[in-house]
DNA sequence: TTATATTGATTGAACGTTCAATCAATAATG
DNA sequence: CATTATTGATTGAACGTTCAATCAATATAA
């Protein structure tokens, strides 16, 4: 028999393939063939693995949300419990260097306007969209009372949303992640002072 | 001789076409026949007119961000000139029932994300990214320090942005735009409120 | 007014290109 | 050897562009 445990490392290797050609040529000049090139495979392999073109690209938003959830979850192991501390981990969270590489941002925007017009991607996204908010409700609530930490969460959302959006179409995206971060943290920071007045 | 003046009436029914299609098809599988279709022209008519699809489109957002101007441009000269009554103003614009429009808002989010890796539309779109920062750091300005007018106006940029992502994606625009606006003036007010303490 | 000439707006078929998908052939493994 | 992984040439559909032909609207002439 051939090789075993191919399968995953061809999968993320194809997966790897995609952000990259994603982030160089945008989500409408990525193909088949240049994603398998940038991978060291043939075209054909694609269909092998993921059933199609289409299979492939969800398949790797599948996988910038785990990388996501998964660096929020190592992060707030790692931190204190206090609804501050939650709350500046969300947000390092989502401007991490990973979340801020070119490539991830580009392949994200490529997603989101996607996901538009095609309800498998839109499912997903959603997922993300409710969970962020989730997470930011959560830690609010333990210091404002519900209706505040619902405005707050939401705003904060948004913001990082917003941010996140500017800094991807940024001429320097590196130095606008870097103030987004601080911007970020400096509103949850003003919105917690408020609520011991 | 044809019909004289069809130049610019033809052109614009072109662009309202090609908003239609993105916001129906999305800019992925919106072809010069889905577009020519929808004006009730051939596809032939979009070289004419265009030069070709690229030029088309580019038009398009063009005109969609004359009137996102021209929307703010009125509505300033309608309102008060305290530095509260313009920020709610920008806000307004921002939000109002076209911007709001799920074709407005699909289409916007399409130009976005090709913006990315055609320089022609990245032009424009930070031109238009430009002029939300500076006019909500204008009216900050004038009641807020100059360190305190930067933070607040890039965030309250970053949530208009971001409230209009979230918005456009939404399962209810409507809704959401509507709240959003609440959302942002809330947050705008607030930073209006702290700077006389 | 009537008839003819002129204009350029508009059409749509043809063309060359690009792409995702397919599959017969081959390589590699156990 | 038997089985599976991988290749890459091929296919057919879809796309944007081009352009000769058509047509309606106007100008001009008688």
Redesign the pocket.
């Known amino acids: 028999?051939?090789?075993?445990g191919?399968?995953d490392a061809?999968r993320q290797q194809l997966i790897d393939a995609t952000m990259d050609s994603i982030a160089e040529l945008g989500m409408q000049?990525?193909?088949?063939?240049?994603i398998?090139k940038r991978a060291?495979?043939?075209?054909?392999?694609?269909?092998?693995?993921f059933?199609?073109?289409?299979g492939l690209i969800e398949a790797a938003l599948r996988h910038l949300l785990d990388l996501l959830g998964t660096e929020l979850r190592e992060r707030m192991a790692r931190t204190g419990s206090s609804p501050a501390q939650r709350l500046d981990c969300i947000i390092e969270a989502n401007f991490s260097d990973f979340q801020r590489s070119a490539l991830a941002a580009k392949t994200w925007l490529s997603f989101w306007a996607r996901s538009m017009h095609e309800p498998g991607l839109q499912r997903l996204q959603q997922i993300n969209k409710a969970r962020l908010y989730s997470n930011l409700r959560y830690s609010f609530a333990e210091v404002l009372p519900a209706s505040q930490a619902t405005t707050a969460a939401h705003q904060a959302a948004a913001m990082i949303d917003g941010f996140w959006l500017r800094s991807a179409l940024s001429q320097d995206p590196a130095a606008s992640f870097e103030a987004s971060e601080h911007f970020c943290k400096d509103f949850v920071h003003k919105v917690l002072a408020g609520a011991s007045t």
């Not at 028999?1 to 075993?4: E, G, I």
């Not at 059933?51 to 289409?54: E, R, T």
């Open positions: 028999m051939p090789k075993v191919m399968k061809r000049n990525t193909t088949i063939v240049s398998s060291g495979m043939s075209s054909g392999i694609i269909s092998h693995y059933g199609g073109k289409q």
